[in-house]
């Protein structure tokens, strides 16, 4: 019997399109994220793990948590690590368990504020702009992209 490693069957998307800065106002302690966030512009289904592929961009492991596989199209979940051939998930030797999983295609979910970045679960800065903490821990927005101070 032969076990395979899920095949990420999708790429995330990113959304170009500019949006003011937005900060909700609704309390979302109590319901998990929609969505995962990659990275400020790529968001995978809930529960799935963003994997970074080596040819820039990211996909979508169906696992999660898992262990992306080094070809970027493969993982494995969490606790299994990827072959030198990238096509079985083995754990101290021992393949996978669950046999072949299936390689159904599932469409990247898109987030409702497109063209913002994301700094926590409420508060969103506008594209071309930065998450910053300011001296009482509050977000801001930092005018420049890239920013990465803890202070202003």
Not at 28 to 56: E, I, L, M, S
Not at 63 to 77: I, K, T, V
Not at 109 to 116: E, I, N
Request: charged letters at 15%.
């Amino acid at each position: 019997m032969t076990f395979y490693p899920v095949l990420m069957t999708h790429m995330c998307e990113r959304d170009l399109e500019r949006r003011p800065m937005l900060r909700t106002g609704m309390d979302q302690t109590d319901r998990a994220p929609a969505v995962v966030y990659c990275d400020n512009y790529f968001t995978c289904p809930n529960g799935y793990t963003c994997c970074r592929h080596p040819h820039g961009g990211w996909t979508c492991c169906p696992y999660s948590p898992a262990r992306c596989c080094l070809d970027g199209y493969h993982c494995c979940p969490y606790g299994y690590d990827c072959d030198y051939t990238y096509t079985h998930c083995i754990r101290r030797g021992v393949p996978y368990p669950f046999g072949s999983p299936s390689l159904l295609p599932v469409p990247a979910d898109k987030s409702a504020l497109h063209g913002v970045i994301r700094c926590d679960s409420s508060f969103y800065c506008s594209k071309g702009s930065s998450c910053c903490k300011g001296p009482t821990g509050q977000w801001r927005c930092c005018p420049y992209p890239l920013v990465g101070a803890s202070t202003m």
